[in-house]
């Protein structure tokens, strides 16, 4: 009796493991807001104080040449949760607008004031047509949280199964405080006032793989850190502006820290990816004023979030796992966000949807495959405004080479040397490059065209 209890209870034991062992990875993915690429101290910075996100950094894989999609929020975090280029997102979801608006008979007879509403009560809800990263990785049994920002309305346009987002009603339109609801209403409180939803939500899903949209408001504006955090600024001779941004980066980071002290103590560190990339980049120097100024109060130096700058798409990106990614440093491969996707689907053991621009980046992070990239091309919609600190439409297209980062409006195309001058435009002196840099950007304008992702 006693050998047959032993031989149950060992088996038990191996089985359980086994299962421990199996259970696909946590995946927490971090998105930083408005948070310029130079503004860590694992990327140089000698005044930004980040311990948390250089700790990551350091002991994991670090990507210095990470690009995200577009030089503003919503469609860069459209890329994240969808895998897509802004372009193709907006491309898909206009096709969905009209064959959804094309046999509405009430559609049809609503005045122009209320087809305009109809639109944009659509396009807030049309995420629920796409395949999302919260929807495949339900696939294999993930419970899904979104915490921080969120302009789809409800976390569940995004297929999460739990959320702070809960949605804004159409009647809000226009009324005080609805573009805060637009932003993501409670989910913007995440790290500026409270960490206890997604706390709570560890603890529900602790025996189960769980994905987390970390995404909060930091260190976007308001520019106002707390003593704790402009402490470290306040003394020095510092812009007051680049005091005050400045802090909201150490604030940030102080939100990092405190979810990894919360993994660690309830024994989740091992078993969880961590993924960090920006949404759009930014610029403030550190003697540079920018208080007083609307626009580059609100967006950054001019080279910074809204313009078609390098700054504004640059990005670290960081994959973290103890004991399974080793501590790395990427600084030749062109990266980008659109590689997020299927790179969390790849180690959730997923299936990535036909259709997705992006790439995993395990094969290259486990040195089993090179990367083929020589360039990324994107495409803008929003630009700068002198008036307006939400900026103004207009197109724009951008090739990042190892060395070259070129600019183009349809009016006018820039040129700048990254390995030598970042800020200087030298398109005078390379005009033979002209013609090849418009090619890239006209095949990459077909191979979008052609895209046909996938949607539910």
Known sequence: MHRVLLIVLTLMCVASAFGQDSRSPNVILIIGDDHGYPYFGFTGSPYTVTPNMDLLARSGALFTLGHTTDNHCRPALQTLVTGLYPAQYATRAETLLVRDTRANAVYRNLNPDERSRWDFWHRAQVMRQFDTLPKLLAQAGYASFQAGKWWEQSYRNGGFTEGMSEGWEEALRGQPGFFRELMGGEGITIARETMEPVYEFIDRHIDRPFFLWYGPSLPHTPLNPPYTYYKYYANSNLSESAKEYYGNCTWFDAGVGDLLDYLNDRGLSENTIIIYVNDNGWEQPPYVEYKGDAILY????????????????RTPIILHWPGVIAPQIFDTVLVSSVDLMPTILDYAGVQAPDGLPGRSLRPLIEGRADWPRKALV???????????????????????????????TGEEARLFDMTRDPLRDVMADFQELLPGFMAQIEDWKRRVTLAHPTTR
Request: net charge positive.
């Open 298 to 313: 609100a967006n950054g130096g001019p080279n910074g979030k809204l313009s078609l700058h390098d700054q504004a798409f």
């Open 378 to 408: 994107g495409r803008v919609t929003q630009m700068r405004s002198e008036t307006d600190v939400m900026g103004r439409r207009q197109e724009g297209y951008y090739v990042r080479t190892r060395r070259w980062h070129f600019t183009w």
